[in-house]
């Protein structure tokens, strides 16, 4: 029982990515000019660093808003449903104060020189803050990524891509928090069309 729960809390977090992945407007990624050419290989311009934005302070008084000193996180494996792609972060605590994330924060995308790639999506409504727990398996805190990969538009053809994907890069409280893909494990985006990037922290209620 207490596996199957695990598991069916995974597969919700998933299936609402999927259903707000379908459902996403086609509105153009804000980009600055460039004047590399656009070809099969091509990147979106990249923008210059911006300052994070911080996010609200923590609801419940228990926990405070996460730091980047306060998680790590090591790259989990891909997946694919129903046209769409996604992955996942696990993330293990790094100091000894429990804190939360938000299951929706601010994401960017980092290429591979470091290019800032603005493909994430904002969450409408309130922030729900979610624990980031010390625990093994299922049991333990996630971040998941998923985009459409446009894989319902009939006649859907990309004319161009980004550079492989280096890291996603979490507006937390104090500044970034990095999250690494490893090299052999590095995602591509369409980038004309532009894909829509979901995100969403997902842990088991403690």
């Given at each position: 029982?207490?596996?199957?729960?695990?598991?069916?809390?995974?597969?919700r977090?998933?299936?609402?990515?999927?259903?707000?992945?379908?459902?996403?407007?086609?509105?153009?990624v804000?980009?600055?000019?460039?004047?590399?050419a656009?070809?099969?290989?091509?990147?979106?311009?990249?923008?210059?660093?911006t300052?994070?934005?911080?996010?609200?302070?923590?609801?419940?008084?228990?926990l405070r808003?996460c730091v980047?000193?306060?998680?790590?996180g090591?790259?989990?494996?891909?997946?694919?449903?129903a046209?769409?792609y996604?992955g996942?972060?696990?993330?293990?605590?790094?100091?000894?104060?429990?804190?939360?994330?938000?299951?929706?924060p601010?994401?960017?995308?980092?290429?591979e020189?470091?290019?800032?790639?603005?493909?994430?999506?904002?969450w409408?409504?309130a922030?729900?803050w979610?624990?980031?727990?010390a625990?093994?398996?299922d049991?333990?805190t996630?971040?998941?990524?998923?985009w459409?990969s446009h894989?319902?538009d009939?006649?859907?053809?990309?004319?161009?891509?980004?550079?492989p994907?280096?890291?996603?890069?979490i507006?937390?409280?104090g500044?970034?928090?990095t999250?690494?893909?490893?090299?052999?494990?590095?995602?591509?985006?369409?980038?004309?069309?532009?894909?829509?990037?979901?995100?969403?922290v997902?842990?088991?209620?403690?």
């Amino acid at each position: 029982m207490r596996k199957t729960y695990r598991h069916s809390v995974r597969r919700r977090s998933i299936a609402l990515l999927l259903v707000v992945a379908a459902s996403a407007c086609a509105s153009p990624v804000t980009t600055t000019p460039t004047d590399e050419a656009a070809g099969p290989s091509a990147t979106l311009p990249r923008l210059p660093p911006t300052p994070p934005r911080t996010p609200p302070a923590a609801t419940t008084a228990a926990l405070r808003p996460c730091v980047p000193n306060d998680v790590s996180g090591t790259f989990d494996h891909w997946g694919a449903a129903a046209g769409s792609y996604g992955g996942s972060f696990r993330l293990v605590p790094s100091s000894g104060d429990r804190c939360a994330l938000p299951e929706h924060p601010v994401t960017s995308l980092i290429d591979e020189r470091g290019g800032r790639l603005l493909f994430v999506e904002s969450w409408p409504g309130a922030a729900r803050w979610v624990p980031v727990r010390a625990a093994a398996g299922d049991d333990a805190t996630f971040f998941m990524l998923l985009w459409s990969s446009h894989g319902g538009d009939p006649g859907y053809s990309c004319a161009s891509r980004t550079l492989p994907l280096a890291a996603v890069q979490i507006d937390a409280a104090g500044g970034p928090m990095t999250l690494e893909f490893p090299v052999a494990s590095r995602p591509t985006l369409c980038a004309e069309p532009p894909e829509h990037v979901f995100v969403q922290v997902v842990g088991r209620e403690p």
